[in-house]
């Protein structure tokens, strides 16, 4: 503060008064803690007016130079004083706005993220293999680009098979029409050939992945399309343990009350082979449109694995024996959730996926 007095000698003075005037209608209009640091600058800084004001006392006459004096440095403490509450004010001022601009609101809702589901695909493989885990089986895989050996040759299928025809496999580099080896394995049996030539028995596994077939889509076809392949090599293995391994499968995955069926069928690979249905879980067994009217479903291809077959990986067919079982899990998927069209699986349409 300065007194009234002072304030008074202050602005009668020519040259004092004309600074504490303009000072204080600088200091009024500055509106951030930058003017606040210019206006020290323009009056108290080293060519400050203020400043060079008070350099030019030492030229006045020594009664001048006390009045003078007596003054400026008045002033100049009033304007320092004054700077630094200004100042202060400003920069509190600033702060709060940037407090108030930044806040955040915490009760604002979050906003909604969608969860993902697993594919149904992926689901149904899962709960196939954890039945088979549970008794005892352990989860292999193979490749889906295969050789003509492990896919046909050494699962006795001779070369005349229809299965090779250019119509069903998909081949790899078809140089001129002619069969290159390498093609996309039209099952996953060929995983049981892998698995054989690599480990002795005895031998629990099961391989779940992907087969290709020369199919054209419609409701019950996909030419990209997933098997669970099972495989058990053990001494002593009947076919009784087949039928029992298979009918406890189907209780755990389709209902305690569903009867199994074997029916008579072929595989280069196994003998004898059979198909496996299941009663229908739609009607239960009265028959409807899902079952065709059977009562029935087919589920999967399977047999006692031919003495042939272990010739081809080297084990003793006089000592050992096993079953081997492929099912289609998109034709599972089918049945157990009444999905009425395989394609509805890999148009990846999320209204769909998003139901089971
Ligand atoms: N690989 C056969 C198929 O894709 C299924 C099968 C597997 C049959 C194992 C018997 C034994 O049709």
């Known amino acids: 503060m300065i007194s009234r007095k002072l304030r008074e000698e202050i602005d009668a003075d020519p040259e004092l008064g004309v600074i504490y005037r303009e000072a204080q209608t600088a200091l009024e209009s500055a509106a951030d803690p930058g003017d606040i640091e210019s206006?020290?600058?323009?009056?108290?800084?080293?060519?400050?007016?203020?400043?060079?004001?008070?350099?030019?006392?030492?030229?006045?006459?020594?009664?001048?130079?006390?009045r003078v004096g007596r003054l400026g440095n008045n002033l100049k403490t009033w304007l320092e004083n004054s700077l630094e509450k200004k100042g202060d004010m400003l920069r509190r001022q600033e702060l709060e706005g940037t407090l108030a601009g930044e806040r955040l609101d915490i009760t604002?809702?979050?906003?909604?993220?969608?969860?993902?589901?697993?594919?149904?695909?992926?689901?149904i493989i899962e709960e196939i293999?954890?039945?088979?885990?549970?008794?005892?089986?352990?989860?292999?895989?193979g490749p889906e680009v295969e050789l003509d050996y492990y896919n046909f040759e050494a699962l006795n299928t001779p070369d005349w098979h229809p299965s090779k025809s250019l119509s069903d496999t998909f081949y790899v580099n078809v140089p001129d029409g002619e069969h290159s080896d390498v093609l996309l394995r039209t099952h996953t049996s060929p995983v049981q050939i892998r698995v054989m030539e690599k480990t002795p028995p005895p031998l629990y596994v099961i391989a779940p992945g992907k087969a290709y077939r020369h199919d054209v889509p419609d409701a019950t076809h996909s030419p990209m399309f997933h098997q669970?392949?099972?495989?058990?090599?053990?001494?002593?293995?009947?076919?009784?343990?087949?039928?029992?391994?298979?009918?406890?499968?189907?209780?755990?995955?389709?209902?305690?009350?569903r009867l199994v069926r074997f029916r008579p069928h072929f595989f280069p690979f196994t003998e004898p082979s059979a198909e496996v249905d299941v009663s229908c879980n739609i009607c239960g067994g009265t028959g409807c449109r899902v079952c065709s009217g059977t009562g029935w479903l087919e589920i999967l291809g399977s047999g006692m694995v031919d003495p042939n077959v272990f010739e081809y990986v080297g084990y003793d067919s006089e000592a050992i024996s096993g079953f081997a079982f492929g099912m289609g899990v998109e034709r599972i998927a089918l049945l157990k959730y009444g999905v009425p069209d395989i394609r509805y699986f890999f148009d990846n349409d999320l209204r769909l996926l998003g139901q089971y």
């Open 39 to 66: 206006v020290r600058v323009s009056f108290l800084g080293r060519k400050g007016r203020l400043s060079a004001l008070l350099q030019g006392i030492k030229d006045l006459s020594p009664e001048e130079r006390r």
């Open 108 to 123: 604002l809702p979050g906003r909604y993220m969608p969860f993902g589901t697993r594919h149904l695909l992926s689901r």
């Open 129 to 141: 293999e954890d039945i088979f885990i549970g008794m005892g089986y352990r989860v292999v895989e």
């Open 228 to 257: 669970v392949e099972g495989l058990a090599v053990d001494e002593g293995i009947t076919l009784g343990d087949l039928k029992g391994t298979l009918e406890h499968f189907a209780k755990r995955m389709f209902g305690d009350d």
